[in-house]
C-alpha cells in the first residue's frame, strides 16, 4: 500500500469540510493549525455571516501572498456523483470531491509548500502571507473585498500574490492568468402602452423597440481589445414581457444584459453609448446598473517570469498570459498589490459533477508553488 503524502492528507481534509458558500466549514481553523506551528500569526476577520483570515509569518518585505476561497458551490445533485462529494476518495490516481479543482487543491498546495519551504528555509527573506475568505463563490461583498480595505486603512503592502483559481485549460501548467475582463451587468425595462393586438395603432408593442435595439447592440463594435484582453463582448441572459393574453401586446420587457469588458473601456464609455443606442429606438425606459468587476491587468514582470520559469521547470510547458473566463477576488486584490496572478490545476471539472483532479497535477502544483517561494524568498 502506497504511503499517502502530506499534501494528499491536507487536500482529502480540506474538501471532507463540507463548506458550501458562505459556510467554511472549519476550514479556515484546519489551515490556522497547519501553519501555527510555522510561525505564523493569526488574524481572524469574520463579517456578517462570512469567516475571513489573514496569516502571516514575518515582517519583512517582500510580502508574498497566497490568496483563495475555502468557501464551494453546492454539489447538486448527489445522485449524478460518482462519489460522495464531502467524502474525498482517490480513484486511478484521480482525486475526487467538491472543491477538488476549485479550489481546495490550491490551498492545500500552498500549505505543503509553505510547510516545506519554511522547514528548509527557516530564516528566509521576507514574509509569506495566506489571505483566505468564505465569500467567493457567493456575492463577494464580505471577503477579500472587504479585508483588502482594511489592508488599505492599516498600510498592509502585498508585492506579491497568487491566487490559486483553477487556470489551466487544456493541460497543466498552460495558463497563468495575469489579469480579467470587467463585468458590468444592466437591467433595463423597456416600457411601451399595452393594448389591443387587434388595434396596434393604439398600442406600442415594447418587444419590437427590444427587436431593434438588440439589432443595434449586435451590430456595435464595442472595441478592439488589445494585447491582453480579447474584445469586449455583449451578451444578453434574460428577455421577459409581462403576463398577458395572446391577443394583447404587452406594456413593457425586461432586458437582463452582460458586458465582460476590457480595459480599452470605462463603466460610463458604456452606459454613455447604451443611452446613444437606446434614443435611436425611440422607446421610453428605465435603466439600472451592476458592476460587479472592473478590469485589471498585471503587465508581465517579477511574478510572471518567476512563475513561469517555475512551471517551465516542473512540467515543461510554456504557459501563456491570459485574460479570459469569468471573475475572482483577484479583482479586489490587484487593486492593492504590486503584482497579481492567479495560478492553479485544470478548470475543466469545476463546479461540476464529479468535480477532480490528477494527483500528479497536484503534486506539480504543490512544487511550483515551492519553487516561487524559492525564487522570491531566498
Not at 82 to 100: C, H, M, Q, S, W
Not at 189 to 207: C, E
Not at 248 to 260: A, K, Q
Request: with cysteine; net charge negative.
Amino acid at each position: 500500500m502506497n504511503n499517502i503524502s502530506n499534501l494528499e492528507i491536507i487536500a482529502k481534509n480540506l474538501i471532507g469540510r463540507e463548506s458550501i458558500t458562505p459556510k467554511d466549514g472549519g476550514c479556515q481553523e484546519y489551515i490556522k493549525n497547519e501553519l501555527l506551528d510555522y510561525k505564523f500569526k493569526c488574524e481572524n476577520i469574520d463579517l456578517e455571516d462570512v469567516k475571513n483570515i489573514w496569516l502571516r509569518k514575518g515582517s519583512k518585505e517582500p510580502l508574498l501572498v497566497f490568496a483563495g476561497h475555502t468557501d464551494v458551490v453546492p454539489p447538486g445533485n448527489l445522485d449524478e456523483w460518482n462519489t460522495d462529494p464531502f467524502k474525498p476518495e482517490v480513484k486511478n490516481n484521480i482525486l475526487y470531491g467538491r472543491g477538488a479543482s476549485d479550489m481546495k487543491s490550491s490551498i492545500a498546495s500552498m500549505i505543503s509548500a509553505t510547510q516545506r519551504f519554511v522547514k528548509n528555509n527557516p530564516n528566509h527573506k521576507g514574509s509569506i502571507g495566506f489571505l483566505l475568505t468564505s465569500d467567493e463563490e457567493g456575492p463577494a461583498k464580505y471577503g477579500t473585498r472587504k479585508v483588502i480595505e482594511k489592508f488599505k486603512k492599516e498600510n498592509t503592502n502585498i508585492d506579491y500574490c497568487i491566487v490559486g483559481e483553477p487556470t489551466s485549460s487544456n493541460k497543466f501548467g498552460d495558463t497563468i492568468k495575469n489579469g480579467r475582463r470587467g463585468s458590468l451587468t444592466g437591467y433595463l425595462k423597456v416600457i411601451g402602452i399595452q393594448g389591443h393586438i387587434a388595434y396596434p395603432d393604439l398600442a406600442k408593442n415594447p418587444i419590437h423597440c427590444t427587436g431593434l435595439l438588440i439589432n443595434e447592440l449586435n451590430n456595435y463594435s464595442w472595441d478592439n481589445g488589445n494585447k491582453y484582453f480579447p474584445k469586449t463582448s455583449f451578451q444578453i441572459s434574460s428577455i421577459k414581457s409581462d403576463e398577458v393574453a395572446s391577443n394583447m401586446i404587452p406594456g413593457s420587457t425586461d432586458i437582463v444584459f452582460n458586458l465582460r469588458f476590457s480595459n480599452e473601456l470605462t463603466q460610463d464609455d458604456i452606459k454613455n453609448k447604451f443611452e446613444e443606442l437606446l434614443s435611436k429606438i425611440n422607446c421610453k425606459y428605465e435603466i439600472s446598473w451592476n458592476c460587479s468587476a472592473e478590469p485589471f491587468i498585471t503587465n508581465e514582470g517579477e511574478l510572471t517570469r518567476i512563475l513561469q520559469k517555475a512551471i517551465k521547470d516542473t512540467v515543461g510547458i510554456d504557459s501563456s498570459l491570459s485574460t479570459s473566463g469569468g471573475t475572482s477576488d483577484a479583482r479586489f486584490i490587484s487593486q492593492h498589490a504590486k503584482e497579481t496572478v492567479e495560478f492553479g490545476p485544470l478548470n475543466k471539472t469545476a463546479h461540476k459533477v464529479n468535480e477532480s483532479i490528477d494527483l500528479n497535477d497536484l503534486n506539480n502544483l504543490e512544487k511550483i508553488y515551492y519553487a516561487t517561494l524559492c525564487e522570491i524568498l531566498l
